[in-house]
């Protein structure tokens, strides 16, 4: 059964911290690239960071330095440190594999909002 449960969000000051985990059916996990992505209110959802089935990690300019994605292959979990956030961070935040378009398979995502 396909599966995506986000979770580990919530309410933060600007400059704080927060861990997302992702728990993830070995379906869409397995030898598959992750990505965690967001989508703010009123803009389309944008791809913060990804990591290969390897460990290789990858992230857009606006988070670099600052979030850190991380994966337990044994346990199909994908993580999602966030250090230093900004308000600009607000958002829900999804996981999924790379490459899944908007109308298909999404989980609920799980809510970051950074106060200033």
């Known amino acids: 059964q396909v599966q995506l449960v986000e979770s580990g969000g919530g309410l933060v000051q600007a400059g704080g911290s927060l861990r997302l985990s992702c728990a993830a059916s070995?379906?869409?996990?397995?030898?598959?690239?992750m990505g965690w992505y967001r989508q703010a209110p009123g803009k389309q959802r944008e791809l913060a960071a990804t990591?290969?089935?390897?460990?290789?990690?990858n992230y857009a300019d606006s988070v670099k330095g600052r979030f850190f994605i991380s994966r337990d292959n044994a346990k199909n979990m994908v993580y999602l440190q966030m250090n230093t956030l900004k308000p600009e961070d607000t958002a829900v935040y999804y996981c999924?594999?790379?490459?899944?378009?908007?109308?298909?398979?999404w989980g609920q995502g799980t809510q970051v909002t950074v106060s200033s």
């Open positions: 070995g379906s869409i996990f397995r030898i598959n690239t």
């Open positions: 999924n594999k790379l490459g899944v378009p908007d109308y298909g398979y």
């Open positions: 990591i290969t089935n390897g460990g290789r990690t």
